[in-house]
């Protein structure tokens, strides 16, 4: 088979196409997936250039990817040929509190994941797709929108007439945009580009601001929602952070998400002064991603996604998400 390999942490340099892979077959509770679509996370980055010292190379990359069962192992229940299915972050994060050696057990990371033709998954690291998405659509869900999901709803509880700041529209960003518009919020939402904002506006963003043209972006909230927002799903880290501490309503809460503004000092006085609740997301359990599939089924919610790339183009999907010029998700076919 013919499948995506990081061969050392070079960027892309590392990233190699193997034509003559062996192809898997399903053990014990295992079932083999024949890949129709992948989908990058920001993360995806990380793993070409070694940010993360457990990955053990090569590995295949991507947590994300759909297709159909092609093979079932012995003791499978769940699934059997033909079924379409997604394969989950987290190989062994089914349910409950996430496992002290989840980082460990992630697809694309420590286990090879879904940039190749055939992979393998355990029977509980697989689910199933909603079944009006295409693979392309289905394949944006096990990372970015789990997490979004994990950070709205599953831990954020949002409730109708509440408000939320989302920063910039990256894939974690839009899926939120529609799971709090699908809830009933008021969001805010800032991006750098007054393109990017408009997409965002015409997907329900109630509020837009270009962080650019106003640096002092947690003031201009406020001349909106004068009190602070309810949430904020703050993907900047550090760099932002003690603004999202600014722009939070006192008893707000904060969803960690990612560092996409660099790393940075924090001056903790404003999380005891306004008893904000600062919670940490790393996309969420299997049983969370069903939860998820079920209001994506119900409410026909399609993913935004911003191009699709061929196999054969990997590299170029890559370099296209490092331009950081996308709105939304960055899928890799195979036909």
């Known amino acids: 088979m013919r499948a995506w390999e990081v061969r050392e942490p070079t960027g892309l340099d590392g990233l190699a196409l193997n034509n003559s892979r062996a192809e898997p077959k399903a053990g014990h509770g295992q079932i083999v997936v024949r890949v129709r679509a992948a989908a990058l996370n920001f993360r995806d980055q990380g793993v070409i250039k070694g940010a993360y010292g457990y990955t053990k190379f090569p590995v295949i990359p991507l947590s994300d990817g759909a297709g159909e069962v092609a093979e079932v192992g012995p003791g499978v229940t769940q699934f059997k040929v033909g079924d379409r299915v997604a ?97 009933g919020a008021f969001v805010v939402m800032t991006s750098s580009s007054d393109d ?36 904020i799903v703050e993907v900047g880290g550090a760099n932002t952070l003690e603004k999202s501490m600014a722009a939070i309503r006192p008893g707000g809460a904060i969803y960690v998400i990612g560092a996409l503004a660099g790393a940075g000092a924090i001056n903790p006085r404003m999380i005891n002064r306004k008893g904000i609740r600062l919670q940490g997301i790393h996309v969420g359990s299997r049983e969370m991603f069903a939860d998820m599939n079920r209001a994506i089924a119900l409410t026909k919610l399609k993913p935004a996604i911003d191009r699709v790339f061929g196999f054969d183009d990997a590299k170029a999907a890559y370099a296209h998400q490092q331009a950081a010029g996308h709105f939304g998700k960055i899928v890799i076919t195979l036909g």
């Open 87 to 183: 394969g989950t972050f987290f190989v062994n994060w089914t349910g409950g509190r996430i496992p002290p050696n989840a980082g460990h057990n992630s697809l694309g990371g420590m286990v090879d994941g879904m940039l190749t033709e055939y992979a393998l998954l355990n029977e509980t690291g697989a689910i199933a797709v909603p079944p009006h998405l295409t693979f392309e659509e289905a394949a944006t869900l096990p990372c970015a929108a789990l997490t979004a999901w994990n950070a709205v709803v599953e831990t954020g509880r949002i409730k109708a007439g509440e408000t939320i700041a989302l920063l910039g529209t990256g894939g974690v960003s839009v899926f939120a945009l529609a799971f709090a518009k699908m809830h």
């Open 196 to 231: 990017k904002l408009a997409r965002a506006k015409a997907l329900g963003a109630d509020v837009t601001i270009n962080y650019r043209t106003t640096p002092d972006w947690d003031a201009a909230l406020k001349t909106h929602i004068a009190a602070g927002v309810d949430h």
